[in-house]
Nanobody
């Protein structure tokens, strides 16, 4: 396992969770990191990503899918070798297994459009939003 995803769980609609992604075999300074999710019976979709920006985490660019924009926030701390996905105002349709993925790139750009761009994947963490 190259990436360790954690923080999932059961939460009521409107609640919050914070997912964590930590590489187990490399330092992430020069890697773009993304979160994808897969709901039962659906294809995996990109949720959010954050660029490496050549190791300058404070000015790294981030991207979000339209379905989560304004509710989810991705962030990174290279000193702690961690990426987080803060999830607020959760909805039942956010229920899915969430995966983090990494691609080595020193640019200030990342993608949530294609899984193939990412080289390393975590095992996934289940998020269930239900009353």
């Amino acid at each position: 396992v190259q990436l360790q995803a954690s923080g999932g769980g059961l939460v009521q609609p409107g609640g919050s969770l914070r997912l964590s992604c930590e590489p187990s075999t490399f330092t992430m300074d020069y890697y773009a990191i993304a979160w994808f999710r897969q709901a039962p019976g659906k294809e995996r979709e990109g949720v959010s990503c954050i660029s490496s920006n050549d190791g300058n985490a404070r000015s790294a660019d981030s991207y979000y899918s339209d379905s989560v924009k304004g509710r989810l926030t991705i962030s990174r701390n290279n000193d702690k070798n961690m990426v987080w996905l803060q999830m607020n105002s959760l909805k039942p349709e956010d229920t899915a297994v969430y995966y983090c993925a990494a691609h080595k790139s020193r640019g200030n750009w990342c993608s949530i459009r294609t899984e193939d761009w990412y080289d390393y994947w975590g095992q996934g963490t289940q998020v269930t939003v239900s009353s």
